[in-house]
């Protein structure tokens, strides 16, 4: 089936866990109880059917058919564990609601008991509970939707509904030294904040690699920590990344592709393969390194926004 015919009930249905949708307070038969005990709590709780436990244990179930012919067999009096049925399908708890819409209904079964993977008892799913919380889901689903947008429509016209001479963004992240863990976060940031600022998916994917080589370069190198600083106007883009320290003794020797001066240990690691400048140089408009030896370095990216300026005004041309 092609994606754009999936429905969003088909999505719920294909990745929502059945524990979402079951009901957890179950009503359950003891199995020492008889069937005029089971026709009373039957009558008083409006079911018309329940699982029979032994303990936390499921060991059968017993529906309002059942029930009925016991009526009509003079076996009203008879223990629930002779007429019960014993061979009851069931879904784990962590299964998929996929795995039971087709066995409910009117052609199918009126409830399935839910197990966890211990083989306990812990809800019960029907048409109903389904049909109630995949409702809930996609309410859900369709408010934080509904926000999302909002969201996105007002940091976009961020810069028609503030008015100045020059209006900037800054976004500022602090990156500490060695810091493997965390690297890519403030990359992650930055990207999520241009999605929602309405910015053109290709103009992110640019930034987006060349903020996170420059992030990985300030975690690998800096001894003492450093920032990322994001710029954001009208017309450009301005990323900053500053090494606070131990600086670069030969600038020009750094910025040639393929030079690294990470230790071995980062390098097996997967990083500091003296290619980061070079990509960022190539995903940029501009890049410019200063830095000075045993003091600190920084790294400015420029990206000029051309063809989508985030509000009315044009590139100027001029770096901040």
């Given amino acids: 089936m092609p994606p754009e015919d999936i429905t969003k009930v088909q999505e719920l249905i294909y990745t929502t866990p059945v524990e979402s949708v079951m009901a957890k307070d179950v009503i ?5 109880m008889t069937m005029v005990q089971v026709k009373q709590l039957m009558r008083e709780k409006r079911i018309s059917g329940m699982p029979v436990v ?23 009096d008879r223990p629930v564990v002779e007429l019960m049925t014993t061979n009851v399908q069931t879904v784990f708890k962590d299964s998929y609601v996929a795995e039971v819409v087709n066995s409910l209904g009117p052609r199918g079964f009126g409830r399935i008991p839910v ?25 859900i689903s369709f408010k934080k939707k509904e926000e999302e947008k909002l969201q996105k429509y007002r940091a976009s ?3 028609d509904d503030i008015v100045s001479d020059d209006t900037c963004l800054v976004l500022r992240f602090v990156v ?5 863990d965390n690297a890519g976060k403030a990359s992650s940031q930055i990207k999520k904040s241009l999605q929602r600022l309405g910015m053109q998916p290709a103009l992110v994917r640019r930034v987006s ?17 450093g920032e990322m600083i994001a710029r954001i106007r009208r017309d450009r883009i301005q990323i900053s990344a500053v090494d606070h320290g131990p600086g670069i003794e030969d600038v020009e020797q750094v910025l040639k ?21 070079a990509n960022i140089k190539r995903c940029s408009d501009s890049m410019r390194l200063l830095s000075e ?20 005004l044009s590139v100027s041309g001029k770096n901040s």
Wanted: hydrophobic share 45%; glycine share 14%; proline share 3%.
């Fill in 54 to 76: 032994d303990g936390d244990r499921m060991v059968g179930i017993i529906s309002i058919s059942d029930l009925i012919k016991a009526l009509e067999n003079g076996l009203i």
């Fill in 157 to 159: 016209h961020i810069f």
């Fill in 28 to 32: 359950v038969a003891d199995l020492s």
């Fill in 176 to 180: 500490n030294d060695k810091d493997f």
């Fill in 293 to 312: 030896f045993g003091g600190g370095t920084r790294l400015d990216i420029l990206f000029l926004l051309r063809d989508h300026p985030v509000g009315p």
């Fill in 257 to 277: 592709p393929g030079f690294s001066t990470a230790p071995q240990w980062i390098r097996d690691m997967g990083f500091g393969a003296g290619m980061g400048l």
């Fill in 209 to 225: 690699v060349a903020v996170y080589e420059a992030e990985i370069n300030l975690v690998i190198h800096t001894d003492v920590g």
């Fill in 115 to 139: 197990l966890d993977r211990d083989g306990r008892l812990v809800g019960i799913v029907t048409t109903g509970t389904v049909i109630q919380n995949l409702l809930r889901q996609m309410d």
